[in-house]
């Protein structure tokens, strides 16, 4: 099945970050990680990119990676199945670790910020040249939010292994031709929304730029 692609919950999140050392020297991710499979929240393939890795600590890093991007639901699994192992020095401490209260900005709808001519603009090739330095490397987040397969994303991961940007480029291309006369800046524009909501991070005045120069060139 397709990896889930969302954040856990900030809490969580926090927990992890804050013991990032300590879980890459203590973890046995290969006792536990079996539940993850169990709740169809991974599947092989992410087996084998943990399996990948040369050294223990580094097959804990990715390890801890997937699980930073598994959502919410996954953090219980990690827990009950660090319990099931009787791994209490390790859920103890998880447990025990301070959480800062971080206050959630406001989310501007920048859909509602467009002008109806911005809206209903349809998108140039060299239009989208505009928007692919919109993200850093959450190549699957936006995607999904552009509603690509995993079929999809992995091909164009494969064939520009290289350049996220790329990648990104390839995607919205992508998104472009599947949309014909509806690959419109409204449209983008809510995808964007759509992938920042799923836990991508979005340069909004990179964005900006972009609208701003297709304004002009109206």
């Not at 009787?86 to 910020?113: G, M």
């Not at 292994?161 to 291309?173: D, E, F, M, R, V």
Request: aromatic share 8%; charged share 30%; with cysteine.
């Amino acid at each position: 099945m397709p990896r889930v692609i969302q954040p856990l919950g900030n809490s969580d999140e926090q927990r992890i970050k804050k013991n990032w050392s300590f879980l890459k020297a203590q973890l046995q991710q290969d006792e536990i990680r079996d539940a993850f499979m169990d709740e169809d929240i991974w599947d092989l393939n992410d087996f084998d990119e943990i399996d990948a890795m040369p050294t223990p600590e580094k097959k804990n890093e990715v390890f801890l990676r997937l699980l930073l991007k598994s959502g919410p639901r996954a953090y219980k699994v990690f827990v009950d199945a660090l319990k099931a192992k009787q791994s209490d020095h390790i859920t103890d401490r998880l447990d025990n670790t301070p959480i800062t209260e971080i206050q959630q900005p406001v989310q501007v709808n920048r859909y509602a910020e467009l002008t109806d001519a911005q809206r209903s603009l349809y998108l140039t090739e060299q239009n989208l040249l505009k928007f692919n330095k919109c993200f850093g490397s959450d190549v699957e987040i936006v995607g999904k939010a552009l509603l690509l397969t995993q079929s999809d994303i992995d091909v164009i991961r494969m064939e520009n292994p290289y350049s996220a940007i790329t990648q990104i480029h390839k995607i919205i291309l992508k998104w472009k031709y599947r949309n014909g006369r509806n690959a419109t800046l409204g449209e983008l524009t809510r995808c964007f929304m759509d992938a920042e909501n799923a836990g991508a991070r979005v340069d909004w005045d990179m964005f900006d730029q972009g609208v701003n120069y297709l304004t002009e060139n109206m």
